[in-house]
C-alpha cells in the first residue's frame, strides 16, 4: 500500500509539473515577441538578399510590434550565417533569411558545419527569376538559337559561374542536359561572372534579374531567356525556357525565411502569417516588382513542399554532374 501511494503520488507530481511548464511555455508563446527581433543574411549590405530582408524587416516589425535587426554575416557560400542561425537558441528571436544554398551547399559540400534538418522552414519571400544572358556579340537571339551557336564553337559555349554549386552552375548542367555544349569558366562572384561576360571574356551566363536587367535595359547584355516558371512581370517581352521548348531548364534565385530547429510551433505559425502578410503587401510588391523581383506569399506548408522538391530535383542533377565546392 506505501509503496502504491508512493508510485501515486509521484506520477501525480510528474503530472503537476508537466502541466506547469506547458502553462509557462504557452505563456511565453503569447507574450512573444518582447524584445527585438533579429535577421541573419548570409550575404553582404547591399545585395538582392538584404535588400530584400531590410523591407521584410520593415514590415515584420509593425506586425510584431518590435524592433527587427539585420545581421549581415557572409561568407563560405552563405555557410556562416546558416550555421549561426541553426546553432542558435530556438525561442523565435533569430531567424535568416537563406536562399537556394540552404539546399544545395549539402549537395556539393561534405565539411558541412550543421545538418539541413537543423534549419526550418517558415516560408517563402520572393524570387529573382535567373536569366540567360549573352554578351552583345553573340550572334543569338533565343535559347535556340544558342544552342545551336554553342555547337559550331569550338569546345562548346564558354559559360561563366559564381563557382561550383553556384545557380549559374546548375543552369549550365540543365544546358547540358538539354544538349548544349558547355564549358564551365567558373569566377568567385555572379558579380564577376557577369562582368565577364560584358567584357566579352566569356560568352553566357546566368544570373538573377535584379542584376542583369539593368546592363540587359542598358545594352551591355544581351537576355535570351528566363530560367523562371512564368515571365518576368518587369520585362514580360522576355520568354521562358519552357516556352522556347526547353523545360528542363528551370530555377530561380529564391530567398525564404527559416528558424533554428526546435522553435516553438506556434512562435512558426506567428512568424509564417506575418511574413505572408508582409510579402503580399502592396508596398513590398511595388518596390520589388519594378526590379525584377517576384514576390512569392505562401504557407509554411507550402514553402517545405518547394524546399523539399528542390532537394530531390536539384539533389538528381549535382550527383549526376559530380558537383564539388571550389576548394
Same mark, same amino acid.
Given at each position: 500500500?506505501?509503496i502504491?501511494k508512493?508510485v501515486r503520488?509521484?506520477?501525480?507530481?510528474?503530472?503537476?509539473?508537466t502541466?506547469?511548464t506547458?502553462?509557462v511555455?504557452?505563456?511565453?508563446?503569447?507574450?512573444?515577441?518582447?524584445?527585438?527581433?533579429?535577421?541573419?543574411?548570409?550575404?553582404? $549590405? +547591399?545585395? !538582392?538578399n538584404? /535588400?530584400? =530582408?531590410?523591407? &521584410?524587416g520593415q514590415?515584420?516589425?509593425?506586425?510584431l510590434?518590435?524592433?527587427?535587426i539585420i545581421?549581415?554575416? $557572409? +561568407?563560405? !557560400?552563405?555557410? /556562416?550565417? =546558416?550555421?549561426? &542561425?541553426a546553432?542558435?537558441?530556438?525561442?523565435?528571436?533569430?531567424?535568416?533569411?537563406?536562399?537556394?544554398?540552404?539546399?544545395?551547399?549539402s549537395?556539393?559540400?561534405?565539411?558541412m558545419?550543421?545538418?539541413?534538418?537543423?534549419?526550418?522552414?517558415?516560408?517563402?519571400i520572393a524570387?529573382?527569376?535567373?536569366v540567360?544572358?549573352?554578351?552583345p556579340?553573340?550572334?543569338?537571339?533565343?535559347?535556340?538559337?544558342l544552342?545551336?551557336?554553342?555547337?559550331?564553337?569550338?569546345?562548346?559555349?564558354n559559360w561563366?559561374?559564381?563557382?561550383?554549386?553556384?545557380?549559374?552552375h546548375?543552369?549550365?548542367e540543365?544546358?547540358r542536359?538539354?544538349?548544349?555544349?558547355?564549358?564551365?569558366?567558373p569566377?568567385?562572384?555572379?558579380a564577376?561572372s557577369?562582368t565577364?561576360?560584358?567584357a566579352?571574356?566569356?560568352?553566357?551566363?546566368s544570373?538573377?534579374s535584379?542584376v542583369?536587367?539593368?546592363?540587359?535595359?542598358?545594352?551591355k547584355?544581351?537576355?535570351?531567356?528566363?530560367?523562371?516558371?512564368?515571365?518576368?512581370?518587369?520585362?514580360d517581352?522576355?520568354?521562358?525556357?519552357k516556352?522556347?521548348?526547353?523545360?528542363?531548364?528551370?530555377?530561380?534565385?529564391?530567398?525564404?525565411?527559416f528558424?533554428?530547429?526546435g522553435?516553438?510551433p506556434?512562435?512558426?505559425?506567428?512568424?509564417?502569417k506575418?511574413l505572408?502578410?508582409?510579402?503580399?503587401?502592396k508596398e513590398?510588391?511595388?518596390?520589388?516588382?519594378?526590379?525584377?523581383?517576384?514576390?512569392?506569399?505562401g504557407?509554411?506548408?507550402?514553402?517545405?513542399?518547394?524546399?523539399?522538391?528542390?532537394?530531390?530535383?536539384?539533389?538528381?542533377?549535382?550527383?549526376k554532374?559530380?558537383?564539388q565546392?571550389?576548394?
Amino acid at each position: 500500500m506505501i509503496i502504491r501511494k508512493v508510485v501515486r503520488l509521484g506520477v501525480a507530481s510528474l503530472l503537476a509539473m508537466t502541466a506547469v511548464t506547458r502553462h509557462v511555455a504557452a505563456q511565453a508563446d503569447a507574450a512573444y515577441p518582447n524584445r527585438p527581433v533579429h535577421i541573419v543574411v548570409g550575404f553582404s $549590405p +547591399g545585395g !538582392g538578399n538584404d /535588400i530584400l =530582408a531590410r523591407l &521584410v524587416g520593415q514590415k515584420l516589425s509593425e506586425s510584431l510590434g518590435q524592433p527587427v535587426i539585420i545581421d549581415n554575416k $557572409p +561568407g563560405a !557560400g552563405a555557410i /556562416i550565417g =546558416a550555421d549561426f &542561425v541553426a546553432k542558435s537558441k530556438p525561442d523565435g528571436y533569430t531567424w535568416l533569411i537563406g536562399a537556394a544554398g540552404v539546399v544545395t551547399n549539402s549537395m556539393i559540400r561534405s565539411d558541412m558545419p550543421y545538418a539541413d534538418s537543423d534549419l526550418v522552414p517558415v516560408g517563402m519571400i520572393a524570387v529573382a527569376p535567373s536569366v540567360i544572358v549573352v554578351n552583345p556579340s553573340v550572334p543569338v537571339s533565343t535559347l535556340k538559337e544558342l544552342v545551336a551557336w554553342s555547337k559550331t564553337q569550338p569546345g562548346g559555349l564558354n559559360w561563366a559561374t559564381a563557382g561550383g554549386g553556384s545557380t549559374p552552375h546548375f543552369v549550365a548542367e540543365m544546358l547540358r542536359e538539354a544538349g548544349v555544349a558547355v564549358n564551365i569558366v567558373p569566377y568567385k562572384s555572379g558579380a564577376e561572372s557577369v562582368t565577364a561576360v560584358i567584357a566579352n571574356n566569356v560568352s553566357a551566363t546566368s544570373e538573377a534579374s535584379i542584376v542583369v536587367l539593368p546592363q540587359v535595359k542598358g545594352g551591355k547584355l544581351k537576355a535570351v531567356a528566363t530560367t523562371y516558371t512564368k515571365r518576368i512581370t518587369a520585362y514580360d517581352s522576355l520568354p521562358t525556357a519552357k516556352e522556347q521548348g526547353f523545360p528542363q531548364i528551370e530555377i530561380g534565385h529564391w530567398a525564404g525565411l527559416f528558424a533554428p530547429k526546435g522553435t516553438p510551433p506556434a512562435i512558426v505559425e506567428r512568424m509564417s502569417k506575418a511574413l505572408e502578410a508582409a510579402v503580399r503587401s502592396k508596398e513590398f510588391r511595388d518596390k520589388m516588382v519594378p526590379s525584377g523581383i517576384e514576390p512569392e506569399p505562401g504557407t509554411t506548408a507550402q514553402f517545405i513542399t518547394f524546399i523539399t522538391a528542390e532537394r530531390n530535383r536539384l539533389g538528381k542533377l549535382a550527383r549526376k554532374a559530380n558537383m564539388q565546392a571550389d576548394k
